[in-house]
């Protein structure tokens, strides 16, 4: 069996770039928006600014699961809908996973071919699948007894 933490964790991310950039600094655009806008969004507006943000690991992971990249019949779809309504429904840090869930999750994430729109942002969260810990549930009882 294998355990894969949940928990979110903080990411750096550039809210904007680019054409955006270009198409803001048209002159009156900017004021068009603070009329319109709350005065936060108006904000996270700021050229090129980097905001703090939370990596979803679960909703990540069943996202992965269904992706486009992935090739399934009826069965292995099923399959991962049950996996995923497990990975929604827990309620703790950690997941335990049956050693098939697990390289079902692995086998996702082998076909997946969107890590690169990830940037450095995901790099904790491929570390926390391919280093799911392993643990046995009979030793893991003995100690709390």
Do not use: H
């Amino acid at each position: 069996m294998r355990k894969i933490d949940l928990r979110p964790y903080k990411i750096k991310v550039n809210v904007r770039g680019g054409v955006l950039d270009r198409i803001l600094s048209t002159p009156g655009v900017m004021e068009a928006i603070k009329k319109s806008w709350p005065s936060n969004a108006v904000n996270n507006l700021q050229f090129g600014k980097e905001t703090e943000d939370e990596f979803k690991v679960k909703e990540s992971i069943v996202s992965i699961l269904f992706s486009r990249d992935q090739r399934m019949n009826d069965e292995e779809y099923w399959n991962r809908g049950m996996l995923k309504k497990k990975i929604e429904e827990c309620k703790k840090d950690v997941i335990k996973l049956e050693e098939k869930e697990y390289q079902t999750i692995k086998s996702a994430f082998s076909s997946f071919q969107g890590f690169a729109n990830l940037g450095t942002n995901g790099i904790e969260f491929v570390r926390r699948i391919r280093e799911a810990k392993e643990y046995d549930p009979n030793k893991d009882e003995k100690k709390k007894g």
